[in-house]
């Protein structure tokens, strides 16, 4: 099994991340042709550096003609450029974490400034993404990195995530960085991503409601759950779509795996510290069966109900709520209550982050008096995503390999339901053919 380690020394930010895949071989021009493709009004300088001695490759995004920069950078520029202006609390529920940043994760411009941009919405980024030529597991990819933004900063502010729009410069920056991390990860063409713990860095960072610690808030909530350090350094070092990137493709956060190294690779940072390297290193090769021999093991909380004088009708909504809040997997069990009465078991399988809330969810929506919860440990075997082509359109196949073989696949359910309703075939047929496809191209 061919595996990725990303070192996170010196933190990371989007545009390191770039600089390491296109160093480790990822074609430039393939990100450069999907930055074209976006039109963002946005495009990639690509150079090469040196950060305290060692050679990394440099990805800079430029839109509209202007450069992407650190955040403190970014609004030492603002204060000289527009020495009056000043923020105050509002009721807006812009996102002001992506722009302009070491990564494009800076605040957005003071207040009297910020109307003068449009804004994006997550679902205007959503159709954007649908509709860039990229392939359906890319897509796939970036949503949801973009959906993880969008909740923390929802989070945040207490609003609900559909509220959430990022400042039009950097919702650029930050669709740049999203998407063409998705393209080039695919291209990498390694079954895994491991991810080290995160070095976040230390100090202050100016965002558009005030000076807040390191990390920033939406980096903060992106890494619940998440290994996380800080080497003393006074700078902001993860920047949230680092944070969201890092979350959303690392299988797993470990020490350095098991394996025989085929090439390593390096991406820079905007800023050179002295006797600090700041690059992100990514290590690609071949896992040992020591390690592919391991499955994954982690800890979820176990939510249990019972449940006998709910609307049955109601227990099907209050599942489906469950899963749209995140909860790993719900399901329902008949069980024969005291004084002889049917009922239901409702289980509920999460993060443990998020037992709490989803706790909760329970009491609101469901007529128990009472929720137990418990700490389990779970294996799981590693598992990825691929597309395939069917007659009617792409579907998505999840599989699940051990010791570097794979164990089982199956279409994803939601893609096949939709392509059966959209062109009126059985939705078994398009089941079977997506299995066929997938069996068909492994044997090429």
């Known amino acids: 099994m061919r595996i990725a380690y990303l070192e996170c020394f010196s933190g990371i930010s989007g545009d390191m991340f770039l600089g390491a895949l296109v160093d480790a071989g990822v074609p430039a021009r393939l990100l450069e042709e999907t930055v074209a493709a976006l039109g963002v009004g946005a495009k990639l300088e690509i150079s090469r550096v040196v950060r305290s001695g060692i050679s990394a490759t ?3 995004v430029w839109v509209d003609g202007e450069k992407d920069m650190p955040r403190e950078e970014y609004w030492a520029k603002q204060t000289a450029e527009h020495p009056h202006s000043h923020t105050h609390p509002h009721s807006h529920t812009h996102s002001h974490e992506h722009a302009h940043s070491h990564g494009k994760d800076a605040a957005a411009a003071p207040h009297e400034l910020e109307h003068a941009h449009s804004h994006r919405g997550l679902t205007e980024i959503r159709q954007m993404i649908s509709a860039a030529p990229i392939s359906e597991s890319a897509k796939n990819t970036a949503v949801r990195i973009f959906e993880a933004l969008g909740a923390a900063e929802a989070k945040i502010h207490s609003v609900p995530v559909e509220s959430i729009h990022f400042h039009e410069v950097g919702a ?3 669709i740049v960085d999203i998407v063409c991390a998705a393209v080039g990860v695919e291209a990498l ?3 895994e991503l491991v991810c080290s713990r995160l070095n976040v860095g230390g100090g202050t960072v100016k965002c558009a409601h005030g000076t807040f610690p390191v990390p920033a808030p939406a980096t903060v909530e992106l890494l ?9 350094l006074e700078a902001e070092l993860v920047t949230p779509t680092g944070a ?12 350095f795996p098991e394996m025989k190294i085929e090439k390593s690779a390096y991406g820079a940072g905007s800023r050179d510290f002295p006797g600090h390297p ?3 290193r990514l290590v690609i090769g071949e896992a040992l069966p020591a390690l592919t021999a391991k499955t994954k093991s982690e800890t979820i909380s176990v939510l249990e109900a019972n449940l006998d004088d709910l609307n049955p009708q109601v227990f099907g909504y209050v599942m489906d709520r469950l899963l749209e809040e995140g909860a790993l997997d719900v ?3 008949p069980v024969q209550m005291k004084k002889s009465r049917p009922g239901a078991l409702l289980t509920v399988l999460c993060k443990s982050e998020d037992a709490e809330k989803l706790a909760q969810l329970i009491f609101s ?11 389990e440990s779970r294996q799981t075997l590693a598992r990825r995503w691929e597309s395939v082509r069917t007659e009617w359109g792409e579907v998505r196949i999840k599989i699940a390999s051990m010791n570097g073989t794979v164990t089982n696949y199956a279409p994803e359910y939601e893609d096949c339901r939709r392509i059966a309703a959209e062109h009126h075939v059985p939705l078994k047929t398009v089941m079977q053919e997506a299995s066929r496809a997938y069996s068909r191209d492994k044997k090429h």
């Open 58 to 60: 440099k990805v800079d």
């Open 172 to 174: 650029a920056d930050a």
């Open 189 to 191: 063409g390694v079954d």
């Open 224 to 232: 619940h759950g998440v290994p996380v350090y800080s080497s003393g």
């Open 244 to 255: 969201a990137i890092a979350r959303t493709l690392a299988t797993c956060f470990s020490a």
């Open 278 to 280: 700041n690059v992100l």
């Open 331 to 333: 399901f329902g069990m």
């Open 365 to 375: 929506e469901t007529t128990t008096l009472g929720v137990r919860r418990r700490d």
